[in-house]
């Protein structure tokens, strides 16, 4: 599947909230039309009619400029073609999934001698990322929106993919690692998802928690040797009662026994945190 068609099929999925982002108000009575388009066939990606503003929006997903022919040419043909079909007030906006060059211009007109047309570019790389984080429809676009730490901003993405119901999590997932094969390395991608579905499962859950304990138990085992060497071979019960002792407890025992010089000291401590 291309990066073009999977953001036709999910804008299809969706078009009440990807209308919503696009035109920046809320959307709810939103109809997806065919998208093939008469005279020699054409295919616009994404074509629906906004029944409650009378409109039709036209939303054009690249993931370069070039084309043939020119973007700016087919938005005008294309709202041509629309305008004919539909007779009512048309919305065009191409979102524009990778910048491009830093010498290529990014055109929002067709302009030739007395004909002019003008449409919207929504540029992915400048959105605020929080807005697709927000919802579950946008947020495999998640992924290219704006930051200056591209690689924390994929770990938010998991963190919240991992988050959704398990009815749609896979899906999403999948989405979401496509899109993000535009900029990350598929490494990065598979390594970052792995980790965050092992961080979700109740096995991992469990060698965490088994983790911890081991290394209570290492600190603990350490403080009774520092204690033995510090004042002498401990009675059974004491030893005992260091080993009940929580971990904040352990770390403070850690330091308190620098000062030992007898097994007093150590009873007058261990009285301390009892009272």
């Known amino acids: 599947m291309s990066f073009d068609n999977l ?93 491009p060059a830093p010498d290529q211009v990014i055109e929002t007109v067709f302009h030739v001698e007395n004909t002019r047309h003008e449409y919207r570019v929504i540029r992915m790389w400048e959105e605020n ?13 998640a992924p290219l929106a704006a930051t200056t730490q591209p690689q924390t901003l994929l770990q938010q993405v998991v963190q919240r993919v991992n988050q959704l119901e398990p009815e749609e999590k896979s899906q999403v997932s999948a989405y979401t690692q496509i899109l993000a094969g535009l900029k990350y390395k598929k490494d990065l991608i598979q390594q970052l998802f792995r980790e965050g579905m092992m961080r979700e499962s109740v096995i991992y859950q469990d060698i965490l928690s088994e983790g911890e304990k081991i290394g209570e138990q290492r600190e603990r085992s350490l403080i009774l040797r520092l204690l033995t060497r510090r004042v002498g ?11 009940t002792l929580s971990l904040e407890q352990v770390e403070h025992l850690g330091e308190a026994l620098l000062d030992f010089q007898a097994i007093a000291d150590l009873e007058t401590w261990l009285n301390t945190i009892d009272s």
Request: with cysteine; proline share 10%; net charge negative.
């Open 129 to 141: 990322p929080q807005l697709f984080l927000d919802e579950p429809a946008l947020l495999p676009l």
């Open 233 to 243: 071979e401990l009675p059974q019960s004491m030893r005992e009662r260091v080993e």
């Open 7 to 99: 953001c036709k099929l999910l804008s299809e999925k969706n078009p009440d909230i990807f209308a919503s982002w696009v035109l920046g108000t809320p959307q709810t009575a939103v109809t997806v039309l065919k998208t093939e388009l008469s005279i020699e066939p054409i295919r616009a990606d994404y074509v629906t009619f906004l029944q409650l503003q009378e409109r039709i929006l036209h939303l054009e997903f690249q993931t370069k400029l070039e084309s043939t022919p020119p973007l700016p040419l087919r938005m005008l043909d294309y709202w041509v073609r629309l305008y004919r079909l539909y007779r009512l007030p048309i919305t065009q906006v191409v979102v524009l999934l990778l910048p």
